[in-house]
């Protein structure tokens, strides 16, 4: 079994920053690329931003310049710092991975979600 656990979120207010963590644990054979996803209300959910193993990135237009995203292979975590909040940045963010479980098994998990809220 694989989990992934996100953290981190929160009510800021715009103008503000949050950071997000998301940590896989479990039969981790191999974590591939991970990333996040945010849906707001009333909306489908989108991507936020991809990060490769390797660490090449792919940003929404929305949040470029504003969110960056790292990852510590060995502690197999993924970051998400968001600055610069806005309102429109309201949502629930989902981490997701690209899971080996073996040589020849693999997958796409997510996490529960985690309430991002921006607000004054």
């Known amino acids: 079994q694989v989990q992934l656990v996100e953290s981190g979120g929160g009510l800021v207010q715009p103008g503000g920053s949050l950071r997000l963590s998301c940590a896989a644990s479990g039969s981790i054979f191999r974590l591939n690329a991970m990333g996040w996803y945010r849906q707001a209300p009333g909306k489908e959910r989108e991507l936020v931003v991809l990060?490769?193993?390797?660490?090449?990135?792919n940003y929404a237009d929305s949040v470029k310049g504003r969110f960056i995203i790292s990852r510590d292979n060995a502690k197999n975590t993924v970051y998400l710092q968001m600055n610069t909040l806005k309102p429109e940045d309201t949502a629930v963010y989902y981490c997701?991975?690209?899971?080996?479980?073996?040589?020849?098994?693999?997958?796409?998990?997510w996490g529960q979600g985690t309430q991002v809220t921006v607000s004054s």
């Open positions: 997701n991975a690209h899971i080996a479980t073996s040589y020849f098994a693999s997958g796409y998990y």
């Open positions: 990060i490769s193993r390797d660490g090449t990135t």
